[in-house]
């Protein structure tokens, strides 16, 4: 059975840094792209950052420069560093692996930041 328990968040000033965490199981490392995505109040979801097994990453061009994703197969764990936060980050942040065709997701984690 596949799980994702994000971890992390909360409530943060504007310019500060705050990282969220997610652990995940049931899956094979080593063919799962991992990564986050957000939706904020009446908007979309939308992909902030991914990372393939290789290590190879990608981000949303809103966060490229403030956000870093990683990822420790160890122990299961897909990590987003966020820093220099703006208002328009907050949002519910969202983990989620790819396994082939299926997308797996966690629950979901509030992010917000004040101005």
């Known amino acids: 059975q596949v799980q994702l328990v994000e971890s992390g968040g909360g409530l943060v000033q504007a310019g500060g840094s705050l990282s969220v965490s997610c652990a995940v199981s049931?899956?094979?490392?080593?063919?799962?792209?991992m990564g986050w995505y957000r939706q904020a109040p009446g908007k979309q979801r939308e992909l902030v950052a991914s990372?393939?097994?290789?290590?190879?990453?990608m981000y949303a061009d809103s966060v490229k420069g403030r956000f870093t994703i990683s990822r420790d197969d160890t122990k299961g764990r897909v990590y987003l560093q966020m820093n220099s936060l703006k208002p328009e980050d907050t949002a519910v942040y969202y983990c989620a692996v790819d396994q082939g065709p299926t997308r797996y997701w966690g629950q979901g984690t509030q992010v917000t930041v004040s101005s």
């Open positions: 990372i393939t097994y290789g290590g190879s990453t």
């Open positions: 049931g899956i094979v490392f080593s063919i799962s792209v």
